[in-house]
């Protein structure tokens, strides 16, 4: 079993950063491919970021030049910086572990609680 947890959530002004932190424990392999989701009321859960064992990232055409998704394998940890939020980046983040070589069908397997980030106007 591997246990993930999210940090580093807030309220933030619209143009801020926040950097968001998941700290993997248990069974946790750098092997994974570990992924950052968010999911806003009355929206579906979306990918928004990704990055595999060898540091290849995806990312979400809404984020793409404003998120960066990082990983320590050492410290078993995986990072989000999110700069120039917007209102509508306002959503529960989770971090998630799984196996694949494509981010957006990798099977994600281990999910975290999620870390609330609100983007105000």
């Known amino acids: 079993q591997v246990q993930l947890a999210e940090s580093g959530g807030g309220l933030v002004q619209a143009g801020g950063s926040l950097r968001l932190s998941c700290a993997a424990s248990?069974?946790?392999?750098?092997?994974?491919?570990m992924g950052w989701f968010r999911q806003a009321p009355g929206k579906e859960r979306e990918l928004v970021a990704a990055?595999?064992?060898?540091?290849?990232?995806f990312y979400a055409d809404s984020v793409k030049g404003r998120f960066t998704i990082s990983r320590d394998n050492v410290k078993n940890t995986v990072y989000q910086q999110m700069d120039v939020l917007k209102p509508e980046d306002t959503a529960i983040y989770y971090c998630?572990?799984?196996?694949?070589?494509?981010?957006?069908?990798?099977?994600?397997?281990?999910w975290g609680q999620g870390t609330q980030v609100t983007v105000s106007s």
């Open positions: 998630a572990a799984g196996i694949g070589v494509v981010p957006t069908t990798t099977r994600y397997i281990y």
């Open positions: 248990g069974r946790a392999r750098s092997s994974y491919t």
């Open positions: 990055i595999s064992s060898v540091g290849n990232t």
